[in-house]
């Protein structure tokens, strides 16, 4: 079946926009609320706070990260032959992973560290010697927006100064 899959690329979308339909349902027809964050991060407590006044615009800024995320995604993959052909399995596997695993629903702050790591991982991906300083001082300044919902961001900081 995954042979199948590989050669259509037609039917590779096919599968994607049923996923993400399905994903849209979900998204649009449960309760939106915030879980798992720590209390002493201002950002975090806000953006609890602003869920129950705009929930149509929070759940419109989660389809529009998870888009984002698959395109990030698939960018990488592309950019750096990771793939034999072209093909759209990694975004397939993302958004079946993102159904399944029901990971938007509760809204976590993860989601907003992982669209900031699929960020870090585009960015960062080649050093070239005109761009290096502009990638560190984008990096740091991504890291340091994840950390204001999500205090294990600032772990990505290890990441950055290894790579």
């Known amino acids: 079946m995954f042979y199948f899959l590989q050669k259509h690329r037609c039917l590779q979308v096919v599968v994607i926009a049923a996923a993400m339909a399905y994903f849209c349902v979900r998204l649009f027809s449960t309760p939106l609320i915030l879980t798992h964050y720590d209390d002493f991060l201002p950002c975090a407590e806000w953006l609890s706070a602003s869920i129950v006044q705009w929930q149509s615009l929070y759940r419109a800024l989660i389809l529009l ?16 032959n990771m793939l ?49 300083k502009t990638q560190v001082l984008l990096s740091g300044e991504l890291i340091g927006v994840a950390s204001f919902f999500d205090f294990t961001a600032v772990l990505l900081l290890f990441c950055v100064v290894i790579a």
Not at 65 to 80: Q, R
Not at 96 to 125: A, D, E, H, Q, R
């Open 65 to 80: 990260a998870v888009i984002s995320e698959g395109v990030l995604l698939i960018n990488f993959f592309h950019k750096s």
């Open 84 to 132: 034999e052909q072209k093909s759209f399995f990694p975004i397939i596997w993302f958004v079946g992973f993102m159904v399944v695993g029901c990971y938007s629903l509760p809204l976590t702050p993860v989601l907003i560290t992982n669209l900031i790591i699929l960020c870090l991982v585009n960015l960062n991906k080649d050093y070239q010697n005109e761009r290096v």
